[in-house]
């Protein structure tokens, strides 16, 4: 088993990985595990998998929760691995603290995860605990060391979301908004400001879809 090949399965299941690392004592992984991969969607495949799976059109609550749980779930059994979620808490497991171990992923400066090759767009629909030691690549640079502009410091319409912390009230209450309606259907304007998201090709439906969970929640 190697890297390549399981990228090659994640694809497969319209997912990616997007980093991963080797536990040590201090991280709250499940014994025994030799190698933490993060998964994430694969885009832009994974919105019309996802929108034309069962979760998607039964009607159940949760369906991408659900859609997570079957698809890397069934992945991990056959692997002989363990699947792990960013959901189902509390409590939760620590995905951010994972992400940042990683190397690929960085806290950019709103706090916001930044991913090497998702941008602000990055997302975890799971992971998959081995107890094998895979190689892993040397992470490359921190996307945010080379950006001069900073757009996602003054993206937000409404300055709820900055360096100085995120005011989820005033964004919700915007969303509400006939101005906030490009947001709602758009993407979060601090997300998309990232130079990095624009080349991830993740639709604006999936965003869309997202910032309307998130408005509702």
């Known amino acids: 088993m190697n890297l390549s090949a399981l990228q090659d ?39 019309p998998a996802f929108r034309n799976s069962p979760e998607a059109e039964d009607g159940g609550a949760d369906p991408m929760d659900r859609w997570s ?30 992400a940042l171990r990683s190397g690929r992923v960085h806290a950019s ?24 030691r895979i190689a892993l690549p040397e992470p490359p640079p921190a996307p945010c060391d080379t950006c001069v502009e900073r757009p996602c410091v003054t993206a937000c319409p409404v300055g709820a979301l900055t360096p100085a912390g995120y005011d989820v009230p005033a964004c919700k209450s915007y969303l509400d908004t006939p101005a906030g309606s490009a947001c709602l259907t758009g993407g979060c304007r601090v997300r ?25 929640a």
């Open 109 to 132: 400066p709103v706090q916001f995860l930044v991913h090497d090759t998702a941008g602000m767009m990055v997302s975890f629909r799971g992971a998959l605990a081995l107890t094998e």
């Open 69 to 98: 749980r079957r698809v890397i779930g069934g992945w991990a059994e056959t692997l002989g691995a363990r699947a792990l979620f960013p959901f189902g808490g509390p409590p939760f497991l620590p995905f951010y603290s994972w």
């Open 9 to 47: 399965g994640a694809r497969e299941r319209s997912l990616s990985i997007l980093g991963g690392f080797h536990p040590v004592p201090s991280d709250d992984v499940p014994r025994a595990s030799e190698t933490i991969l993060l998964l994430g969607p694969d885009e832009p495949a994974f919105w």
């Open 192 to 216: 998309t400001a990232c130079p990095v998201s624009h080349r991830f090709g993740r639709l604006a439906a999936q965003s869309e879809y997202h910032m309307r969970q998130f408005k509702g």
